[in-house]
């Protein structure tokens, strides 16, 4: 049964990956609400992080259901192996809407920054071209089940990360634009400028990475399940993006307001 560990184990592997980045994003979780008094969030932005949970949590569980009807349920059933079920129509659009809000996070966080609304509707006009991809491609996937046909999906596939990874970039360059422009003589503000433009590259390029590998893999061999195992995590990477930058801000506050440099607004709650 050596030939079902990159159909099989490839899942079961990114099951794992998955159940340690979802704790991960538990316990940010957690962390944001304890403080979210203090940083007197607002309700609709408290929603949004709880809604991106539950997001996650659902996708997550399809992760597992995919494993256990192929591993228990139906284990030995060969005809079942040759299909694709509804975890993984679940993975797609789950994994699609996560990137759509921390997406939306940074956009919110680029337009109180700069005010530039041309750049901000470009950058969610591209968001939306992304979820869109994410649409067709789940279409797609529906009507071609059957593992033989995985090929009818290579095109949808590419479409949709290659404007999806165009998009974490393109937020990217804007923020690090953004905070380039701001001029200061203090080297403690300098030095918290500089922290944030690691901490903006390091985000968008550990979602650009992770959706380019399963690509990737997936153009390499498209036979096996390694790439799908990529894509499990995709989701909670992106709500652990947000979560840490979120989770980071009392910090930031502090190290800005010692600077006297009256400049908040990059870190102001929506």
């Known amino acids: 049964m050596g030939f079902l560990d990159k159909v099989l184990g490839a899942l079961l592997v990114g099951t794992?990956?998955?159940?340690?980045?979802?704790?991960?994003?538990?316990?940010?979780?957690?962390?944001?609400?304890?403080?979210?008094?203090?940083?007197?969030?607002?309700?609709?932005?408290?929603?949004?992080?709880?809604?991106?949970f539950v997001v996650d949590t659902v996708c997550t569980v399809a992760n597992y259901a995919d494993v256990y009807l192929y591993t228990v349920t139906h284990w030995g059933d060969v005809v079942y192996l040759q299909g694709q079920?509804?975890?993984?129509?679940?993975?797609?659009?789950?994994?699609?809407?996560?990137?759509?809000?921390?997406?939306s996070f940074l956009i919110l966080r680029y337009w109180i920054m700069s005010k530039n609304k041309y750049i901000a509707v470009v950058l969610t006009l591209l968001m939306l071209a992304s979820l869109g991809c994410c649409v067709g491609t789940t279409i797609t996937f529906i009507n071609y089940t059957e593992f033989a046909q995985r090929d009818k999906l290579a095109l949808s596939l590419t479409v949709w990360f290659s404007v999806g990874t165009g998009t974490d970039i393109a937020l990217a360059l804007a923020l690090l634009w953004q905070l380039s422009r701001i001029k200061t003589s203090f080297k403690s503000t300098q030095s918290l400028l500089n922290k944030l433009m690691v901490s903006t590259i390091c985000s968008g390029t550990v979602t650009t990475v992770v959706m380019m590998i399963s690509e990737i893999l997936y153009r390499i061999d498209n036979w096996n399940n390694v790439s799908t195992g990529f894509a499990f995590c995709l989701g909670r990477i992106y709500t652990l993006t947000m979560l840490f930058s979120l989770n980071r801000r009392s910090s930031l506050k502090h190290g800005w307001a010692n600077t006297n440099s009256g400049e908040t607004t990059f870190i102001s709650d929506p």
């Open 16 to 52: 794992y990956i998955n159940s340690i980045l979802y704790t991960l994003e538990l316990l940010a979780v957690i962390q944001f609400y304890s403080a979210s008094k203090r940083n007197n969030d607002s309700p609709r932005f408290q929603a949004m992080v709880y809604f991106a």
């Open 85 to 103: 079920y509804w975890p993984v129509t679940v993975l797609l659009v789950t994994s699609g809407i996560s990137a759509m809000i921390g997406r």
